[in-house]
């Protein structure tokens, strides 16, 4: 449960394990393992991460009552990347769909 969230979360962003790994001082090999299923990070791996993605340990950990779909990983964190402008773009576009 926690590889498949961590590896949507780092793909709706646009990383490479790589990248994720030396954005947050982790380590390529670190989010390899947690992907596959390996191991769970330690608490200050966590911290990081659920900084880095700006959500709780809870929903990294998949603890969150309503999980959210790749999908909607996906556009949450596209949208919490924009611009405050943008920001408002997006929602009177999405008003407009209703």
Request: glycine fraction near 8%.
């Given at each position: 449960?926690f590889?498949?969230?961590?590896?949507?979360?780092?793909?709706?962003?646009?990383?490479?394990?790589?990248?994720?790994?030396?954005?947050?001082?982790?380590?390529?090999?670190n989010?390899?393992?947690?992907?596959?299923g390996?191991?769970?990070?330690?608490?200050?791996?966590?911290?990081?991460?659920?900084?880095?993605?700006?959500?709780?340990?809870?929903?990294?950990?998949?603890?969150?009552?309503?999980?959210?779909?790749?999908?909607?990983?996906?556009?949450?964190?596209?949208?919490?990347?924009?611009?405050?402008?943008d920001?408002?773009?997006?929602?009177?576009?999405?008003?407009?769909?209703?």
């Amino acid at each position: 449960m926690f590889g498949e969230r961590l590896r949507a979360l780092r793909k709706a962003r646009g990383l490479s394990q790589e990248e994720l790994g030396e954005m947050t001082q982790l380590g390529q090999s670190n989010i390899s393992a947690w992907e596959r299923g390996g191991r769970l990070p330690l608490p200050d791996g966590l911290i990081k991460l659920a900084s880095f993605f700006n959500c709780t340990i809870d929903e990294l950990l998949g603890f969150d009552a309503n999980e959210k779909t790749e999908d909607l990983l996906f556009v949450e964190q596209k949208y919490l990347s924009l611009k405050e402008e943008d920001k408002e773009k997006v929602k009177i576009y999405i008003e407009s769909l209703s």
